[in-house]
């Protein structure tokens, strides 16, 4: 029986190669409608999240606020984002969707999750299920360790 670390090796690997492929697939996707992954990920996050400030998107993508900027920068110039006041500090700046932003996420979203459902098609659905559950434990997991 394998002890602990050797599978958390078996782990590491498997996971490695799934996001590598996973990010090849989302470059190739995504970069055919005019936007980088990570400006992907940027309107992700504003769709998901709604309005954020510039640092609290750079914390929800887990990059720093310069690199942050300049993803917004080039999405501000698409015309996918708008800054306004915000509300509840006119001072400071909110990021939010343009309707061309939300809809060109759709889109690519829609892409993402065609592409997912033939990748698990033929795969039994009890396999699917254990799979999900156990990223999405690794990603609670994940992120308890980025938070301390």
């Known amino acids: ?47 998901k999240r709604g309005p954020l400030r510039l640092q609290a998107l750079a914390s929800e993508m887990y990059l720093d606020k310069s690199t942050t900027s300049r993803v917004v920068d080039s999405l501000l110039r698409k015309k996918y984002v708008l800054k306004a006041p915000d509300p ?12 061309a932003g939300e809809a060109l996420y759709q889109t690519i979203r829609q892409d993402l999750v065609t592409e997912e459902a033939s990748m698990i098609q033929h795969l039994p659905p009890e396999a699917v299920d254990g799979a999900l559950t156990l990223i999405r434990q690794l990603t609670v997991a994940a992120r308890a360790r980025l938070g301390s």
């Open 88 to 99: 509840s500090d006119q001072r400071a700046i909110q990021l939010s969707l343009t309707p």
């Open 1 to 47: 029986m394998p002890s602990n670390l050797e599978r958390a090796e078996e782990l590491y690997e498997a996971v490695n190669q799934l996001i590598r492929v996973h990010q090849f697939r989302d470059r190739d996707c995504i970069c055919c409608h005019d936007v980088s992954v990570a400006q992907c990920y940027a309107l992700e996050t504003l769709v």
